[in-house]
């Protein structure tokens, strides 16, 4: 019995003394949080593992970022904005918008928190976690594009509020045609996943995301405007960080009482496509000199497609009497350019001028839609830029051309057998970097590439 005893108190001794060295050691590798100079409160504080892995609390860390969290036996699920990350403890896997992620830890459990590596804060709302190891402490930066958006608001000082008149689905204000189109959160969310793809399957390409509103957000009455706003802050909260946004509303309000927009056509106008053209120049910080310091040959007249939809109608009159000014800036660069039917660009089409002063349509800009248009500068930096497409990224792209070596414009309907009859052609975007070795994408969309399910799905087909 004495024996029995030796031992039971020996083995408590032995447990008692390795409780005590572990907790020291547990403490001494114990950090603290920091988030906007604010110390935060913690249940239990991170720490670091044997192996060097930061560990944050979950709860604490999303209760920052306006995130909730449930726990289901094993099974976490966190909603923060339009996010949702799924995390399993004792699982190094976890899936933010259904897009797998590889954690460098499994999830852990002690006492009533649960705790995640630091590496997947950015993985999983674009935050970041900086440490410093001297002082101990981890400083929590919020995620960029969450900002982006919040403090863009358009003003109502070029808004149109004069009477309604609506032409086969064309509304017409005070002489200028107008789309009211609009998208729901859930396809902002399904369309910036498909941009997230992008992301994934080209890890040494910046991606940048682009959504142009309609003229209604600048124009449109106070009472009736669609609010792109509020839709693309959505989509662009719900890109990874590993994708750009580029907000293009501030710059086009802030110049709004120019002709950014035609009267009879859906487009917008080259002027237009300069301003948004500026804020991911001014993103990227690439040179742009002044619009109007760039040549200029213009034609007064010009009728859009506003004309087609509205034939026959009082609405085809109206704009006929409000005809505009097509206003054609061209490069101050060399510029020569091929179209193709091919991702090889094998199936040459034609020459392509970036910007045609004889043409009195909208095609005067890249000559209009091509499924794949190369142009080829005298700029020497070596850079090259993928632009995935529409229509409104025609006009954007004569810009383009002034700080890229190569351009290559890419019609995501034209191909995979999409949107158009002759889009039979495959199209493969990591099969073309390997090709090309570009350096920059820029996926451009306006309201109905983002809202129609065909445009969506044209756009993923070159990532599947």
Not at 13 to 20: C, E, H, K, M, P
Not at 291 to 302: A, E, K, L, M, W
Not at 398 to 420: C, G, I, K, M, P
Request: proline share 5%; hydrophobic share 40%.
């Amino acid at each position: 019995m004495n024996c029995i005893k030796k031992c039971l108190s020996a083995a408590l001794l032995f447990f008692l003394v390795t409780a005590v060295c572990f907790t020291c050691t547990q403490c001494s590798k114990n950090y603290s949080i920091f988030y906007q100079e604010e110390k935060i409160k913690t249940t239990t504080p991170p720490y670091k593992t044997e192996s060097g892995e930061i560990m944050l609390p979950l709860r604490a860390t999303m209760a920052i970022f306006d995130g909730e969290v449930m726990q289901k036996e094993n099974q976490i699920r966190i909603t923060q904005n339009t996010r949702e990350i799924i995390l399993h403890l004792e699982s190094d896997t976890a899936y933010a918008n259904r897009r797998e992620i590889h954690l460098t830890a499994p999830v852990t459990q002690l006492e009533d928190e649960i705790f995640f590596p630091a590496s997947a804060l950015t993985a999983f709302i674009g935050a970041a976690a900086v440490i410093n190891e001297d002082e101990k402490n981890i400083r929590l930066i919020p995620p960029a594009f969450r900002d982006m958006m919040n403090d863009t608001i358009v003003s109502n000082t070029n808004r149109k509020e004069g009477e309604i008149k609506t032409y086969n689905g064309i509304s017409i204000i005070d002489g200028m045609g107008m789309e009211f189109l609009h998208f729901s959160d859930d396809q902002a969310v399904k369309y910036a996943d498909i941009v997230n793809t992008y992301c994934d399957k080209l890890p040494d390409v910046n991606v940048y995301s682009m959504i142009v509103p309609t003229a209604a957000e600048f124009y449109g009455p106070k009472n009736r405007y669609p609010d792109y706003t509020s839709g693309i802050r959505t989509a662009y909260q719900s890109l990874e960080p590993g994708v750009t946004p580029v907000n293009v509303i501030k710059e086009l309000d802030a110049h709004a009482d120019e002709k950014l927009y035609f009267n009879t056509d859906h487009h917008w106008t080259q002027r237009g496509a300069y301003y948004a053209y500026k804020a991911f120049a001014d993103l990227k910080k690439l040179p742009l000199d002044p619009i109007d310091s760039f040549p200029n040959d213009h034609f007064d007249g010009y009728l859009g497609s506003f004309i087609n939809y509205t034939r026959g109608t009082e609405g085809e009159t109206i704009l006929r009497n409000h005809a505009d000014l097509l206003e054609r800036f061209l490069p101050k660069v060399e510029v020569s350019g091929k179209a193709y039917y091919d991702m090889n660009m094998e199936k040459y089409i034609m020459d392509i001028p970036v910007v045609d002063t004889k043409s009195t349509t909208y095609a005067c800009f890249i000559d209009g839609d091509f499924p794949i248009t190369v142009f080829k500068t005298s700029v020497e930096n070596g850079k090259k830029l993928v632009l995935i497409k529409e229509s409104y990224g025609n006009a954007f792209a004569t810009w383009a051309v002034n700080n890229y070596s190569e351009v290559y414009v890419v019609d995501s309907r034209q191909f995979n057998d999409s949107l158009h009859t002759n889009a039979s052609e495959p199209f493969d975007m990591i099969e073309f970097y390997n090709k090309i070795r570009f350096d920059d994408l820029l996926i451009l969309s306006y309201p109905v590439s983002v809202a129609e399910s065909s445009m969506r799905q044209a756009l993923l087909s070159f990532v599947k």
